[in-house]
């Protein structure tokens, strides 16, 4: 029996299809336009499925955010991937050789302590664990300082039993930017400081087997590729998420006229949510931080916009989302409505599952393979 998506139990994640095709087209035809490997970043979509669309499509491999992510998408046949993220620890050490030794694999590394860890996890094993240096390019998060980017490489070539592919960066500081200039300017900025990083080290570089020994630098967000940000030579890969989905921080990148209005027929992931009650100037849906994410768009008040209506999710407690201001009234309980989330990645953590439809028909309650895997 068909399911129409307005009769879904609330709150429910939906996912249009037609619109993540056309997403996935988008942003392969971007990447492949700057000669550049989209490596997708498996957080936004969290499983098997739609990563195997992505490789269809053009990506050589995924990225994932976890070791347990990484060890799903193997089991489910995906044999290329790359984990952007360090780990420390002897156990973490050994599911990273263990994976090496399954599928083409490598993780990030930007601490000698790691480096000696997974050197220890890897000797004598019978392929060697393939890493990748992060550099920290202005985002002040994980990452070595650019000037240490060729003592580390120099120490995972001593070290015996890893590889070192090459070096990547998140340029994440690029979100706050106001305009398109102003987010070219900094990715330009980003890109120089991983190019020079990538350049002190290129005597310890082992470089990647696939791209005939070439190093791998990689970088690349959702909001550089949406905006077709140039890339310099050099660059030879570009990791972005959320582009698949997209959401309320990445509606103006996505539209060519620079209005994130425009942009927000690019998103294909809502959250569907009840109108309970109606308090004069205020309306309460059964959507809050259970079912949204707290953090914050740029640009943009609130924790989500009523597309349809044109309202802000103004408040969340754990059960409720309140809306209020001008336009409240045209609502009345017991009306569905479609919220746009700020961030989706966080959001599609909180769904076990995400229904896929087609116009308003749902065509599959697609499990959230990966939610929730912390290790």
């Not at 000669?35 to 498996?42: A, C, F, I, T």
């Not at 499509?57 to 790359?82: F, R, S, T, Y």
């Not at 002040?140 to 592919?165: C, K, M, S």
């Not at 409720?320 to 966080?346: A, I, Q, T």
């Amino acid at each position: 029996m068909t399911q129409r998506a307005a009769d879904l139990p609330t709150p429910a994640l939906v996912v249009d299809l037609d619109r993540v095709e056309a997403n996935l087209r988008r942003g392969q035809a971007n990447a492949d336009a700057q000669g550049v490997d989209l490596r997708p970043h498996s957080k936004t979509h969290k499983g098997p499925r739609f990563a195997r669309e992505q490789v269809a499509a053009g990506a050589p491999g995924i990225c994932v955010a976890k070791l347990g992510e990484a060890e799903l998408m193997a089991d489910a046949g995906l044999d290329d991937l790359v984990m952007p993220n360090t780990v420390i620890g002897p156990d973490k050490a050994a599911r990273a050789v263990a994976l090496a030794q399954r599928v083409r694999f490598a993780i990030g590394v930007d601490h000698p302590a790691q480096v000696e860890q997974l050197a220890a996890a890897a000797a004598g094993a019978a392929r060697p664990l393939e890493v990748l240096v992060e550099v920290d390019v202005g985002a002040g998060r994980g990452g070595a300082a650019a000037a240490d980017v060729a003592t580390l490489l120099r120490r995972i070539r001593d070290a015996g039993g890893l590889r070192a592919r090459g070096v990547y960066a998140y340029e994440g500081f690029t979100y706050t930017a106001r305009d398109r200039e102003e987010l070219i300017a900094r990715h330009d900025e980003a890109q120089r400081a991983l190019l020079a990083a990538a350049e002190s080290g290129r005597a310890w570089l082992d470089g990647d087997e696939r791209r005939g020994g070439a190093p791998v630098v990689s970088l690349g967000s959702t909001p550089s590729l949406l905006a077709a940000v140039p890339l310099r030579a050099g660059i030879s890969e570009a990791r972005p998420g959320t582009y698949l989905f997209n959401d309320l921080q990445q509606a103006r990148w996505a539209a060519a006229s620079g209005r994130w209005q425009d942009g927000l027929a690019h998103a294909a992931a809502h959250v569907l949510a009840s109108v309970v009650s109606v308090q004069g100037p205020r309306l309460i849906l059964d959507a809050g931080s259970k079912a949204l994410t707290s953090d914050r768009a740029v640009g943009h008040e609130g924790h989500g916009l009523l597309v349809d209506h044109g309202l802000t999710v103004a408040r969340l407690s754990e059960e409720h989302g309140v809306v209020e201001g001008p336009g409240v009234e045209r609502l009345r309980v017991g009306d569905k409505v479609r919220v746009l989330m700020n961030h989706v990645c966080p959001v599609v953590n909180l769904f076990p599952v995400m229904h896929l439809v087609r116009g308003d028909e749902v065509v599959e309650a697609l499990a959230v393979a990966g939610r929730g895997f912390l290790v």
